[in-house]
């Protein structure tokens, strides 16, 4: 793995744990397909939302690159980024359960956070999502060193 130099300890830390998190989720999970990501937003809505929250449409999409999610109250869809798939299950959920509220609250205000407050991992989702964009920023510049396990 390759690290930038100017990086502290705790940021190289960090990095790395995002990077293993990444990976382990692109072996050990196949992708969803729309169906299962309609089957799973339906779950979600009952778990947090009491069934509340019902899109009509709950899908994939490849046009997406800044945004992980989007949602369109007024048609009841939800459109996820291709980005998502293959990052661990609870990320995926984090996004589902962020664009199933905006079906209730539409905006990004204090009722919207206060939905969102029921999912247990939404500050560590959001972390990691925090993480993934970060890493796509960092500059790939000649000089950043290799780390290797000592052997």
Not at 48 to 67: K, L
Not at 112 to 126: D, G, N, Q
Request: hydrophobic share 40%.
């Amino acid at each position: 793995m390759l690290i930038p130099a100017r990086m502290s300890e705790a940021e190289e830390q960090r990095w790395v744990n995002v990077m293993l998190d990444k990976l382990a989720a692109q072996e050990s999970k196949r992708a969803l397909g729309d169906a299962e990501l309609s089957e799973r937003a339906r779950r979600l809505s009952d778990q947090y939302f009491d069934g509340r929250a019902r899109p009509v449409s709950v899908r994939w999409v490849t046009n997406q690159n800044t945004r992980w999610g989007s949602c369109t109250p007024s048609e009841g869809s939800i459109r996820l980024s291709h980005r998502l798939q293959g990052m661990p299950e609870y990320v995926v959920d984090y996004v589902l359960v962020h664009e199933l509220a905006h079906l209730l609250v539409p905006g990004h205000g204090p009722r919207f956070w206060a939905l969102l407050e029921a999912y247990p991992r939404t500050e560590r989702a959001r972390g990691y999502l925090e993480g993934v964009v970060a890493a796509e920023r960092l500059p790939h510049v000649p000089g950043a060193r290799s780390e290797h396990p000592a052997g």
